[in-house]
């Protein structure tokens, strides 16, 4: 019985050394692959989402400055080894030393004209496409070995993309709507592209879209009645890794529901 009892013992101790040695193997797995992804801050927190899209599972991204256009107090640069920006301006306006920091740094353009409405710029359906090639570029440049990874989710970030356009247009063609406010008129080209009639005024039958960051218990409304409160993607823990596409679908479903809530 004793004999039986220390073979038992034996046999449970050998298991459980041997899942200790497997969760041992496992966290240090874990930590050499982040130890390898690409280190990467974006100049603005849009770029950081579609370059964490692309990257995928090789990267590490965060955002030098957050949605409300304010320093980003959770980036640490000793941890970032490559920088994307827009283009050298985007830097100068944001008053950036990168030689300080020693970071390699990739523009994505070497001058881009919409620089003063960034924000507009990269939410434009026409434009969010070039975009995310350029950034596919830049990973394929500092990681050759992946290329075809990158392709792939470029590929697919553009097919998701485009669906999540097409289901804007069944939704919203023609929805009559006023954007309310400078962050709201950022909004223009991605409404525009999904059908929507927007309005140089508040009307009766519209549905106003106001920046929820800027706007609300800021500032007077213009907007009466039935007002859509647009939010930018949730940053939590300085995880930019956001699926652009089911953002953008969710912010049509939701626009759709508040206005079926209304008729």
């Known amino acids: 019985m004793r004999l039986k009892l220390k073979l038992i ?5 050998i298991i459980n050394s041997a899942v ?5 193997a496992a966290a240090q797995a874990h930590l050499e692959d982040e130890n390898n992804k690409i280190k990467i801050a974006a100049a603005d927190p849009w770029l950081a989402v579609i370059t964490s899209f692309i990257g995928g ?10 949605f409300n256009a304010k320093p ?13 920006a827009i ?6 306006n944001f008053k950036i030393n990168i030689n300080i920091a020693n970071i390699e ?5 070497k001058e881009f004209k919409e620089l003063n409405n960034l924000e507009a710029a990269i939410l434009d359906p026409s434009v969010t496409p070039f975009i995310a090639q350029k950034i596919m570029t830049a990973l394929a440049t500092w990681d050759a070995a992946n290329y075809p990874y990158y392709q792939r989710r470029l590929a697919e970030f553009q097919t998701r993309l485009s669906s999540s356009i097409l289901a804007g ?29 927007i309005l140089d005024k508040v009307t009766p039958d519209a549905l106003s879209i106001v ?3 800027y706007s609300r218990g800021k500032r007077k409304l213009k907007s009466q009645g039935n007002i859509f409160y647009f939010k930018r993607p949730d940053i939590k823990e300085n995880n930019y890794n956001i699926d652009y596409p089911a953002y953008l679908h969710d912010l049509y479903i939701a626009l759709w529901q508040l206005i079926s809530k209304s008729n």
Do not use: M, P
């Open 9 to 13: 013992l034996i046999i449970i101790l």
């Open 20 to 24: 200790n040695i497997q969760a041992e």
């Open 57 to 66: 599972t090789n990267v590490y991204v965060t955002s030098l400055y957050d």
């Open 72 to 84: 980003n107090k959770n980036v640490n640069l000793n941890n970032i080894n490559k920088l994307i």
């Open 87 to 92: 283009d050298r301006d985007e830097l100068k």
């Open 105 to 109: 740094t990739w523009y994505l353009f």
């Open 169 to 197: 247009k069944q939704l919203l063609n023609g929805t009559k709507i006023y954007l309310d406010g400078e962050g709201a008129l950022n909004l223009y080209n991605l409404f525009k592209a999904s059908g929507c009639e």
């Open 211 to 213: 920046d929820d960051s």
